[in-house]
C-alpha cells in the first residue's frame, strides 16, 4: 500500500470516528442529540429539494411530450427518453 493510500485511510478513519462521536455525544433515552436532529433535517430538505427538482423535469418532458408530433423520423423517441431516465 502507498503512502497515499494510506493517508486516504488514516483520513477516513478520522472522519468517521469524529461523525460516530457527533451522532451520538450527548444522546440519551429521551431524544436524539442537537447535531443528529439537525443533521437528519438537513438530510430531508435536500432530499425534499432534489425531489421537487425531478418533478419539474418530468413536467417539462410530460409537456414536451405531448406537443410533439408523431412522424416517422421520431418513432423512438419516446422509448429512448424512458431508456435514459431509466424509468
Known amino acids: 500500500m502507498t503512502e ?9 478513519a478520522t472522519l468517521a470516528s469524529a461523525f460516530r ?6 444522546q440519551s433515552y429521551q431524544g436524539p442529540n442537537a447535531y443528529r436532529k439537525e443533521f437528519y433535517k438537513r438530510v430531508i430538505q435536500l432530499a425534499n429539494d432534489v ?7 418530468l413536467a417539462r418532458m410530460t409537456i414536451f411530450k405531448s ?21
Open 67 to 87: 406537443s410533439r408530433k408523431r412522424t416517422p423520423g421520431n418513432r423512438n423517441w419516446r422509448s429512448l427518453t424512458r431508456k435514459s431516465l431509466k424509468i
Open 21 to 26: 462521536n457527533r451522532m451520538t455525544e450527548g
Open 4 to 12: 497515499t493510500e494510506n493517508g486516504v485511510k488514516l483520513r477516513q
Open 51 to 57: 425531489s421537487f427538482r425531478g418533478f419539474l423535469i
